[in-house]
């Protein structure tokens, strides 16, 4: 059985949009600052994918190949 995982990191981001380390880095950062987390706190793939605008299927397709 896969499971499925609940956090996003930069990595994933870097996959999914094509974007360098850093730019990826900084997206969760602007994203984190939107939904006033809290720098320690993770970022969820589904707060990701509404931020985004991008479908949950691609999303999660992407981060789980």
Same mark, same amino acid.
Not at 47 to 60: C, I, K, N, T
């Given at each position: 059985?896969?499971?499925? #995982?609940? =956090? +996003?990191?930069?990595?994933?981001?870097? =996959? +999914?949009?094509?974007?360098?380390?850093?730019?990826?880095?900084?997206? /969760?950062?602007? +994203?984190?600052? @939107?939904?006033?987390? !809290? !720098?320690?706190?993770?970022?969820?793939?589904? !707060?990701?994918?509404?931020?985004?605008?991008?479908?949950?299927?691609?999303? /999660? #397709? @992407?981060?789980?190949?």
């Amino acid at each position: 059985m896969k499971t499925t #995982r609940v =956090c +996003i990191y930069p990595k994933d981001v870097q =996959c +999914i949009t094509g974007k360098t380390y850093t730019q990826a880095r900084l997206y /969760l950062k602007k +994203i984190k600052k @939107s939904l006033n987390k !809290e !720098e320690h706190q993770l970022l969820s793939v589904q !707060e990701f994918y509404h931020y985004s605008g991008l479908p949950y299927d691609e999303v /999660l #397709r @992407s981060i789980t190949d």
